[in-house]
């Protein structure tokens, strides 16, 4: 009796291969979920001038305020133009290294983890689900917490004391639903592939390591690049999330200058505006460039 619905070689656990000598059809995505671009199409579906201009009504009432204040508008400016070498040299840069080193560590683990999501050992497969469920539904918050209460500050190895700063905890915490969401962008790209590529590489005689290293994988890495670009936009903008932990980041240092000029009430739309902006400036090019990607790499049937 003929099997209607196989499974898939390669990817279903205690798969066996098709009786039917035929390519079954499949829905190719660019980079696995569609809603691993929700954040980038959000970003770029507003126009630059429209968000300039929510910007500027809500900061009319301050500014309103602020002219009736002896601590005039220009003092703020020149107050934070003053501190702004402090700010992005010192804060902003330390956003971006915990970011790229965030993203470094939970790419890797992602990748390992995906992949043994569509393992065919069972207890691995459940293994990577549960780790990739727990921590992609997890707070961000609640992790950096967690992580920076139970690391200790200094690991002693023989004579030798080997001091963790606070920003390598917060990388270490925020890897954490990096990992996951990598994790699913990972199998998801997998599973888009063909099923003939992968019983096309069990008639070569290939083995499943590699079937994914050299057919499978190869493919994907188009796949995973928009979605991977979005979570590093995301990421990006989640860094100021570690202020609240005591690192000297942008968000931090803006608040230490602050105190330093007494503590103005006049400070706070200068400082925290321009935080927004460079945000902004860094990550809106990053989301454009996702979606380009993902109409250049996307499946065509």
């Known amino acids: 009796m003929f099997n209607y619905f196989p499974t898939i070689p390669g990817i279903s656990p205690n798969s066996q291969q098709s009786d039917l000598p035929v390519l079954l059809p499949y829905r190719g995505r660019s980079a696995g979920e569609a809603v691993d671009l929700r954040f980038s199409r959000w970003l770029t579906s507003s126009s630059p001038w429209i968000l300039l201009v929510l910007f500027l009504l809500i ?57 043994g999501q569509i393992s065919v050992h069972t207890l691995v497969r459940k293994f990577s689900w549960f780790f990739t469920q727990l921590f992609r539904n997890s707070p961000w918050l609640v992790l950096l917490f967690i992580v920076m209460l139970t690391f200790p500050f200094e690991i002693e190895i023989g004579d030798h004391i080997i001091s963790i700063p606070d920003w390598m905890k917060a990388v270490f915490g925020l890897s954490l639903p990096i990992m996951a969401n990598i994790s699913e962008v990972v199998r998801g790209a997998v599973q888009s592939v063909p099923t003939g590529q992968w019983e096309a590489s069990e008639s070569l005689a290939f083995s499943r390591v590699q079937t994914i ?31 609240l932990l005591g690192v000297e980041e942008i968000v931090t240092l803006s ?47």
């Open 213 to 243: 290293w050299k057919i499978i994988m190869p493919q994907c890495f188009k796949r995973m690049i928009p979605p991977w670009m979005n979570w590093y936009a995301i990421l990006t903008m989640a860094t100021p999330l570690v202020s």
């Open 59 to 115: 900061s009319f009432y301050p500014l309103a305020v602020m002219a009736q204040s002896k601590y005039t508008l220009e003092d703020a400016f020149s107050t934070l133009l003053r501190w702004l070498p402090f700010i992005v040299g010192s804060g902003f840069l330390m956003n971006l290294l915990i970011s790229f080193f965030t993203m470094l560590f939970g790419t890797v683990a992602g990748v390992l983890l995906g992949l």
């Open 255 to 301: 608040r230490q200058a602050m105190e330093a000029e007494d503590n103005h009430p006049e400070l706070l739309i200068p400082f925290f505006g321009f935080a927004l902006l460079i945000f902004f400036a860094y990550c809106y090019p990053i989301a454009r460039w996702t979606l380009k990607l993902e109409e250049r790499y996307s499946v065509k049937l």
